[in-house]
């Protein structure tokens, strides 16, 4: 079976929209999937092959970055610890010789606690996520390594309707995302505001998707 997707990205800083397109081949067990977007503008051409990956859903992941010339491996594996659900990543990229490991343990169907060591950098992060109801998500987290501190928080309404907001403390940008689902059909639109600057406006982006099957 073969499915694709369309995403067209509008900048309204640049004034310049953008667009990308994936084909995958999913057999139920390995998935292929092609990825290529317009490095430029929608209008002007530049499209060009961005990477080719190789999946197999909660095993392993290759995908080989064609303008960087990098390849990348993910490898996951998931047991059960003191009966809770636990699933451990493992993931290197060649080029920039980047390794890192993850965790993700489920205390219940509520609450999870994730973490990512980062080899090169140092880093150490770990996040918590809480679910209420399943329709509000509460995520902050914590980097040792940069000592600074991240929260999410997002609601879903009308459905799969997502609306979140965000905050960097490293960074003091605050972000909001609205996303509106309909069928095979998804709209974005993204503002993120510096809280370090003065007198600064919003960067807002907007961004269309459509899912169909072949």
Known sequence: MASASITTRYD?????????????????????????????????GGVSLQSIALEKPNSFSI??????????FQFI??????????QLRYLHARAPNYTSIG???ELDSANTVSSKYDFGAGDSKIKYS?????LTMVEPGYNFGTKAWKLAVSHKF???????????SDQKVLGVDIVKNSGDQSFKVSASLNLAEKLTFPTVHAQSTWNFNI
């Open 130 to 134: 809480y679910s209420h109801k399943g």
């Open 77 to 86: 594996k998931s047991c059960n610890v003191l009966k809770k659900p636990v």
């Open 63 to 72: 995908n080989y970055n064609v303008p960087e010339r990098d390849v990348r």
């Open 103 to 105: 965790s993700k343990f």
């Open 12 to 44: 309204a800083a640049e004034n310049k929209t953008y667009a990308a397109g994936t084909l995958a081949f999913d057999n139920s067990d390995l998935n292929l999937t092609a990825a290529v977007a317009d490095t430029s503008t929608l209008l002007s």
């Open 158 to 168: 009308n459905g799969d309707d997502v609306v979140k907001a965000s905050y960097k």
